[in-house]
């Protein structure tokens, strides 16, 4: 028995490590390498049961995080996982946070910001990846050229928490007093959406816009309320 209870006692930490967790800073500011419209980095690898935390930290800024493809870069992909925008006015704390799990790690993830204003962020470089090669026609370089070359405006319909390959369990969080989140994703591709809140901590709860599912309904107004709230942000 005790050298059974010794085993465990060592095992126990290498158990503990199995899932990692991956921070991903969404936005960034005029100043830094990369500028506004990034996701940093841009492209991890992980395993399956890994997190990946979405730090909506790029202030002032308007993001979201939508899933889509190598082939359409700035199309929402069916099924696919959302984050709704989140509206930041100015650097404070807390910061919103959004926890993604990877539920299958055998294909690249592939991910954009659907903001339109003051023009596409998507079709500016700001798109991301979860596992994607380095090199090749499916590299992650590739991703961004399809994006850069996409024409007409990035796909704004309002997906779902659960996605392909990865999902959340709640729509980012905390909101912070003078942020705001908007088109708040549905639980999944039929669910109705729930009212915000924080990605798994406890937190101020987020004020939404007619909030849609993964189907398009209120698509077009939460689209709006997402744009119009960073009419009054510089660049963001």
């Given at each position: 028995m005790h050298s059974f209870t010794t085993l465990f006692a060592l095992a126990a930490p290498l158990l503990a490590v199995a899932?990692?967790?991956?921070?991903?800073?969404?936005?960034?500011?005029?100043?830094?390498?990369?500028g506004i419209f990034q996701f940093n980095p841009p492209n991890v690898t992980v395993s399956e049961g890994d997190v990946i935390t979405f730090n909506f930290s790029g202030a002032p800024g308007n993001h979201s995080i939508t899933q889509s493809s190598l082939a359409s870069p700035c199309t929402?992909?069916?099924?696919?996982?959302?984050?709704?925008?989140?509206?930041?006015?100015?650097?404070?704390?807390?910061?919103?946070?959004?926890?993604?799990?990877?539920?299958?790690?055998?294909?690249?993830i592939w991910f954009y910001c659907k903001q339109l204003?003051?023009?596409?962020?998507?079709?500016?470089?700001?798109?991301?990846?979860?596992n994607a090669p380095t090199t090749g026609n499916t590299s992650f370089?590739?991703?961004?050229?399809?994006?850069?070359?996409?024409s007409g405006n990035p796909g704004q319909e309002v997906g779902a928490l659960v996605g392909q390959h990865a999902s959340a369990s709640a729509a980012p969080g905390p909101i912070p007093s003078g942020a705001t989140l908007f088109?708040?994703?549905?639980?999944?591709?039929?669910?109705?959406?729930?009212?915000?809140?924080?990605?798994?901590?406890?937190?101020?709860?987020?004020?939404?816009?007619?909030?849609?599912s993964a189907s398009g309904a209120g698509t077009s107004s939460a689209a709006l309320n997402g744009v119009a709230m960073i009419m009054g942000v510089a660049l963001a």
């Open positions: 899932q990692s967790t991956t921070t991903i800073q969404v936005g960034g500011t005029a100043t830094e390498p990369g929402p992909l069916s099924g696919g996982f959302d984050s709704g925008w989140v509206y930041i006015p100015a650097a404070g704390t807390p910061v919103p946070q959004w926890n993604l799990t990877i539920t299958n790690a055998s294909s690249p204003v003051p023009s596409p962020h998507c079709k500016a470089g700001m798109v991301g990846a979860i370089d590739t991703f961004v050229s399809n994006a850069q070359a996409f088109g708040s994703p549905a639980a999944s591709a039929t669910a109705t959406a729930p009212a915000g809140g924080s990605s798994g901590s406890g937190g101020a709860s987020a004020s939404t816009s007619p909030s849609g």
